[in-house]
């Protein structure tokens, strides 16, 4: 009787010390991958960032996308309150995504404000400008993050709009958990090809870019800010129409685009 319980209890104690060694590995993989993800996950959003600018590819080595990120995108923190700049974060590394999770350092969004269902939003952005190839700094696109609800998730993406800070430029989501085949069409490179030269604001400056179920009437009056919707997901199309809104409004990048108008950018 007593050799049965020494054996349960050599048993439980092998067990216990497995579990232990194994959850001591996992930590430990974890703590020594964390720079490699960090890495990685930076890398992707370059790469998103170029390709939506029309200068690059997802399918860029780490080494092209670093050396063109580098010298094509100038990246830059803003207050979008006010939309100045601002030098309380380093661009490179500052995480909005992350201030939007701290009651510190963003601020809730009552229901009728809060079009994109993002609940919070950051008091800091991170933009980016195209320069030119020439390196003259000249503005050739401008890049701004934007995010929103769908019908089952989140979109993360950016939109790229020319220097007239009106013409689109491209629209792509880096991350997003929509239905393949229906709201996950927003990845379709032939929908992502009606964005380019379609125009986010009226002659007041309000954002009127607008998503058409049914399909945008060639040559209507309206067609120039319009874009067709995805074929089947209606709640995914309504939530990159209110997204959009949201980040070209007032409570959005609203003061910063202002503020480029008035320095004549």
Do not use: C
């Not at 030098?87 to 809060?114: C, I, N, Q």
């Not at 090809?193 to 060639?218: H, M, R, S």
């Not at 309504?238 to 108008?261: M, N, T």
């Amino acid at each position: 009787m007593s050799s049965n319980k020494e054996s349960t209890a050599r048993t439980l104690i092998v067990a216990l010390v497995v579990s232990l060694v194994a959850s001591v590995f996992v930590a430990g993989s974890a703590i020594y991958l964390k720079p490699v993800q960090q890495e990685n996950r930076l890398l992707d959003k370059q790469r998103s960032i170029l390709a939506i600018a029309g200068v690059g590819s997802p399918t860029l080595s780490a080494r092209e996308a670093q050396e063109l990120f580098a010298k094509r995108i100038r990246a830059e923190v803003i207050d979008l309150a006010t939309g100045a700049p601002s030098e309380t974060h380093d661009p490179l590394t500052f995480d909005p995504l992350k201030a939007a999770r701290d009651p510190a350092a963003s601020a809730a969004l009552p229901g009728d404000v809060d079009i994109a269902l993002i609940k919070r939003r950051e008091q800091y952005a991170t933009v980016y400008r195209l320069v030119k190839a020439d390196g003259s700094d000249e503005l050739e696109a401008l890049i701004l993050p934007v995010r929103g609800y769908g019908l089952w998730s989140t979109l993360y993406g950016f939109l790229a709009i020319k220097p007239d800070l009106n013409t689109v430029v491209g629209l792509g989501f880096y991350q997003h958990g929509e239905t393949p085949g229906l709201g996950g069409e927003v990845d379709n490179p032939k929908w992502k090809a009606l964005w380019p030269g379609k125009t986010l604001f009226d002659a007041d400056g309000k954002p009127n870019i607008e998503i058409v179920k049914g399909g945008v009437q060639p040559g209507g009056k309206d067609a120039a800010h319009q874009v067709d919707a995805l074929a089947g997901a209606t709640l995914t199309s309504k939530g990159i129409d209110h997204l959009l809104h949201f980040w070209l409004g007032e409570q959005g990048f609203g003061p910063y685009l202002a503020r480029l108008r008035q320095e004549g950018v």
